[in-house]
């Protein structure tokens, strides 16, 4: 039935659709608040690649005082 899903034309509907309901004004202001997110996302997603693999443990406490709290149960 549906043989290229997304065609120019729908995409142009979304737009109008999108353009209409939050109106021009705001338009600007939602793409820069956008972009600034994904920025922020970049900047975060670098950060922890560059950190490595050293995770904490979950508890926040050393793996050896968990398994010493299982021992004293």
Known sequence: ????GLEPWHLLIVAIVIIVLFGSKKL???ARAVGKSLRILKSEATAM????????APS???????AGDDAAR
Not at 1 to 4: A, E, F, I
């Open 1 to 4: 039935m549906v043989r290229n």
């Open 28 to 30: 600007p202001d939602t």
């Open 49 to 56: 690649k560059g950190e490595g693999a050293t995770h904490p």
């Open 60 to 66: 926040g406490r050393a793996p050896s005082e968990v």
